[in-house]
């Protein structure tokens, strides 16, 4: 389902929060909102759901105006993540995840189905999780039910306001990988809002940086890391490069080469990677290893070639000059 802001403004007191932004998301896609705390990308975000009401302008979702949608119909068919999850404490995790399901009146079979479907997707096996109490949760386990009571309800749209912010960066990193699995099998319209430009770059199809209410730059991450904005250039920083080499593979940087025939894992001297790794992962094991090549095998095992130093480097210099 596509979403749109047209002209969207809206005004809090004296301040600005968002100022005529106009901004289209086109089916599946998942769009990151992000910039410096207080530029609108929350509010933004917020409209979509009708928790803010533009002041002037309008939001579309599916090309319906969201202000001739019933407020309640409406946040049926979006699912919400937010950053603390706002569990309900007095329901079991079955509960929670099956909390909208049940306002839209499904029988019982199909909700507890549709619960341990989405258990089972966000890697919380229900045998073991289902009726647990949301107080004896982790922070990451949390985020996942999060996520699938979210789910619940097969909305087409999806808003996370800085979903995994409150976790630590190890499950951090570990929840940002299971969601864009999820993702990849479910094809949802998300619009994510973080203030890490390396979660935005991880996660985003696009990333719509916001500043002062107004949106200067909307791109794919790695035309956004080469955008000559002023603005631009200084929120993203003296690494682009290397933020850079963690929106291309291993795979993708030995597709435009033709494989070499590898020795077995067992003669090889040099370390090993795996195809669906980034090449800043690879930099970062080369450095850490004292190694200047790494031999790639895809996840089945298969050896696909060797990654030297020397072509990741000129690769990157390569991606940074186009």
């Known amino acids: 389902m596509t979403l749109e802001w047209k002209k969207v ?27 410096p705390s207080g530029c609108g990308k929350t509010t933004s975000l917020k409209m979509i759901n009708r928790l803010v009401d533009p002041q002037t302008g309008s939001v579309l979702v599916g090309g319906r105006d969201v202000s001739h949608v019933p407020a309640v119909e ?29 306002l839209l009146g499904w029988s019982k079979e199909k909700i507890e189905q549709r619960v341990h479907e989405l258990l089972e997707l966000v890697g919380l096996p229900p045998q073991d999780y289902a009726q647990s109490w949301p107080a004896h949760l982790s922070g990451g386990e949390a985020q996942r039910v999060g996520v699938a009571r979210a789910l619940a309800a097969d909305p087409p749209v999806l808003l996370m306001d800085e979903p995994f912010g409150a976790v630590d960066p190890l499950t951090r990193e570990i929840l940002q990988r299971e969601f864009l699995r999820i993702q990849s099998t479910l094809g949802k319209t998300v619009v994510f809002v973080t203030h890490d430009l390396d979660e935005a770059i991880r996660l985003g199809d696009r990333i719509a940086v916001m500043n002062e209410g107004r949106l200067v730059a909307a791109a794919p991450p790695a035309e956004l890391l080469l955008n000559a904005d002023p603005f631009i250039r200084d929120f993203t920083g003296e ?8 929106r291309l593979s291993v795979g993708q940087a030995l597709g435009d080469a033709t494989p070499m025939k590898s020795a077995s894992r067992r003669d090889a001297s040099v ?52």
Do not use: C
Not at 10 to 30: I, M, T, W, Y
């Open 9 to 35: 403004s809206k005004r809090f007191g004296d301040k600005q929060a968002v100022d005529e932004l106009s901004l289209e998301v086109p089916e599946g896609e998942l769009l990151v909102l992000i910039g």
């Open 74 to 102: 409406l946040r049926r068919h979006i699912g919400y993540v937010i950053q603390h999850v706002g569990l309900f404490p007095h329901m079991r995790v079955s509960e929670n995840v099956g909390a909208v399901p049940k």
């Open 239 to 246: 690494d682009r490069a290397l933020r850079r080499l963690a």
């Open 271 to 322: 370390g090993a990677i795996r195809t669906d790794a980034t090449l800043k992962e690879a930099l970062s094991q080369m450095l850490e290893a004292g190694e200047t090549s790494l031999e790639a095998f895809s996840p089945a095992g298969r050896s696909m070639g060797t990654l030297t130093l020397e072509d990741l480097l000129e690769r990157a210099a390569g991606e940074v000059a186009s």
